[in-house]
């Protein structure tokens, strides 16, 4: 390998190119080699307070959600039957009360909503110009129950597969879960 490079340096030197000005040359080269990679490295990290470039697939602890004003743990999360009406009953705001099947369920269905590509375009949108809150769509398969909840002026609990998740920004540049509930 060292005849290779002394071949080639005598080429060089040969032809004028001083081994300086060589060595100079191979090292900017990487040089910028290097600073290209973390470049790219960089944009698509995140920043504590939010994604900076592209929201990208995520892992949701609903837990630091609620700890900043959420509430889809504590109105929505493991709810007993009775405890549906009972919110129904309280709420005359409400069409509807729902609870996610447990907590699990809940982050697995948040996760898979934030990162869905069209989501992830519409929260990238949003978060550039953030008015009110955004609210996204999970439409499960039609199958997989993630929940049950009743409907104002029914007296049955049904199962459900879909779900709507509500983020608000946090107003440097990233956003909570605020709630989140399934849905018929």
């Not at 290779?4 to 191979?26: C, D, E, N, P």
């Not at 999970?138 to 993630?146: L, S, W």
């Amino acid at each position: 390998m060292a005849g290779k490079w002394f071949h080639l340096w005598r080429r060089f030197s040969a032809s004028g190119i001083s081994a300086l000005k060589w060595a100079l040359a191979v090292s900017l080269l990487a040089f910028l080699t290097a600073c290209s990679l973390d470049v790219k490295e960089d944009a698509n990290q995140k920043t504590s307070e939010g994604p900076r470039n592209q929201v990208e697939t995520v892992s949701v602890d609903l837990r630091d959600h609620e700890a900043k004003g959420g509430h889809l743990i504590s109105r929505h999360v493991g709810k007993s039957d009775q405890e549906l009406i009972e919110r129904l009953n309280e709420n005359p705001g409400i069409s509807a009360a729902s609870t996610f099947t447990d907590l699990s369920t809940a982050e697995k269905v948040v996760e898979t909503t934030l990162s869905e590509p069209e989501n992830v375009e519409k929260i990238n949108h949003w978060l550039k110009h953030p008015r009110g809150n955004l609210v996204l769509n999970y439409p499960g398969d039609g199958k997989t129950v993630i929940g049950r909840g009743i409907q104002r002026g029914s007296n049955r609990i049904e199962n459900y597969t879909r779900a709507k998740i509500i983020l608000k920004s946090d107003r440097k540049g990233g956003y909570y879960i605020l709630t989140g509930y399934p849905e018929e």
